[in-house]
């Protein structure tokens, strides 16, 4: 038995083997050969961060762009995928990171039959293997017990240690390791024989391979995480040809910094020292006669999800128009309305354009202003701040302009879509009697007759556009 989704499923993509065709077409095939060519002709360490609001499509992006690094735009560098949310329940972010580094490397196979290009990987992973003895004894057993001198020779003689196997170790009194644990920290020469044994192999594996290690979802971690991840990126991975993108919003990385060091804290000023390059992930604005590449991204979704009503996907064309334009406007709030739209009990075909533009507007509300709709279904008049409230958030003082009312009416009797859409929110608040808008919803063919009570209009309209279902985001 088949039948149709709410949702829109997260794309599945093959991380290294797809690029940027994996996932529905946002425009940022383009933003993902600038990255590449920025990584590709800097040698010294950068880390870059890639900013955007939750919600934006950043993991999205970040996965399609370390298989595009080198399938589609050419790059050389190797990309490594680290998703720091899905680790941060592990003490220690340098084991973790470094492990994804290993597996990586391993992955890779000669490009050619060429024996000079077999014995370059060898050399790799050879490399690879020597770096990853010394991540466990920089990581959190070693931060947190003090290890010895005894205790990283312990270690080295380990075919693949990881946390748990060192933590075992510890827990064993008997062992040398155990025994030396007072030492270490007393021991600086331990100390920085392990942090340049790691530095010393990371550079000579970044010598032969340039890496560009992509961290993903870091504003979703643990506070503590969050900010130890950053601080082994700035001491540990500081050598030429290895370069980070941090998928990142920056204003929730900031509370993070808040969490820890006091709502005081210069936030912005802390971070700048881990990364040298901001990159905004904006997606391609249309113009006022086209929907962007947002729109083009709902209708093929709403098609595949099973929407079929034109007249309903075109009202809400009309509005991606404005949306657009809108700052936090993101890619989820264009599934969340997608998905109220599929659950709505839509207008049929032959309703009229007026009940048409009201619906997919009162639906887009319920996603972007949900007090604005509050007081839509409450108030009995409505006062003239809702009405700029209102067409704020739907991004319609973008095309209006800071005209005063009667001219920015006059600017709606442009031949334009979004302008009919406009003109209908102008009845809907237009006080009674309002003869001249009414004449200007007939005339202009948005309805045939124009409602006699609004109130109950609008009761009904949010009754069927909104209120038969509630669809619950994820936060």
């Excluded at 290895?242 to 006091?262: M, P």
Aim: proline share 4%.
């Amino acid at each position: 038995m088949s039948g149709q989704r709410l949702t829109v499923p997260e794309p599945e993509i093959k991380l290294y083997k797809q690029g940027f065709e994996a996932a529905s077409d946002l425009g940022r095939a383009s933003d993902g050969k600038k990255l590449s060519d920025l990584v590709e002709r800097i040698e010294e360490p950068m880390v870059i961060a890639v900013d955007a609001p939750w919600g934006a499509g950043k993991s999205v992006f970040l996965k399609c762009w370390v298989g595009a690094h080198t399938k589609d735009n050419g790059g050389e560098a190797t990309t490594v995928y680290f998703d720091a949310f899905k680790n941060d329940f592990m003490g220690d972010p340098l084991v973790s990171i470094f492990k994804e580094v290993s597996d990586r490397i391993e992955s890779l196979k000669p490009k050619t039959a060429d024996e000079a290009e077999q014995q370059r990987i060898a050399k790799l992973k050879a490399l690879s293997g020597k770096a990853k003895k010394y991540a466990p004894i920089l990581g959190r057993a070693a931060l947190r017990l003090a290890l010895g001198t005894a205790a990283t020779e312990a270690i080295m003689d380990i075919e693949n240690p990881d946390e748990s196997s060192l933590d075992e170790m510890l827990e064993n009194a008997s062992s040398e390791a155990a025994k030396a644990i007072g030492s270490f920290w007393q021991a600086e020469d331990t100390r920085t024989q392990a942090m340049d044994g790691f530095r010393t192999y990371l550079t000579e594996l970044a010598a032969e391979q340039k890496l560009v290690i992509v961290v993903d979802e870091l504003d979703r971690c643990r506070p503590d995480y969050a900010l130890n991840l950053l601080e082994v990126i700035k001491h540990f991975f500081n050598v030429p040809n290895v370069h980070f993108v941090l998928g990142v919003n920056l204003t929730e990385l900031e509370n993070s910094v808040r969490a820890r060091y006091g709502a005081g804290a210069n936030a912005s000023k802390y971070l700048q020292k881990f990364y040298r390059i901001r990159m905004p992930l904006p997606l391609k604005a249309g113009t006022r006669d086209t929907a962007g590449k947002l729109y083009t991204y709902f209708k093929k979704q709403a098609l595949e999800l099973g929407m079929q009503n034109e007249n309903y996907l075109f009202a809400f064309e009309v509005y991606f128009k404005a949306f657009q334009h809108l700052p936090n406007f993101s890619l989820r709030d264009t599934n969340t309305i997608l998905t109220d739209a599929m659950l709505c009990s839509t207008a049929s075909k032959n309703a009229a354009r007026l009940e048409w533009y009201l619906s997919a507007g009162l639906i887009a509300l319920k996603t972007i202003s949900p007090s604005a709709l509050k007081s839509l279904r409450t108030l009995q008049t409505f006062p003239p701040s809702l009405k700029e409230q209102i067409f704020s958030q739907l991004g319609f003082n973008r095309y209006l302009g800071a005209e005063p009312p009667e001219q920015a009416f006059n600017k709606i009797l442009m031949p334009n879509e979004l302008d009919l859409a406009i003109l209908s929110w102008e009845w809907l608040f237009a006080q009674d009697p309002a003869a001249h808008v009414n004449k200007e919803v007939l005339d202009r063919g948005l309805t045939n007759s124009a409602p006699s009570s609004k109130r109950h209009y609008l009761d009904t309209l949010i009754q069927n556009s909104v209120d038969t279902f509630e669809f619950v985001k994820e936060n």
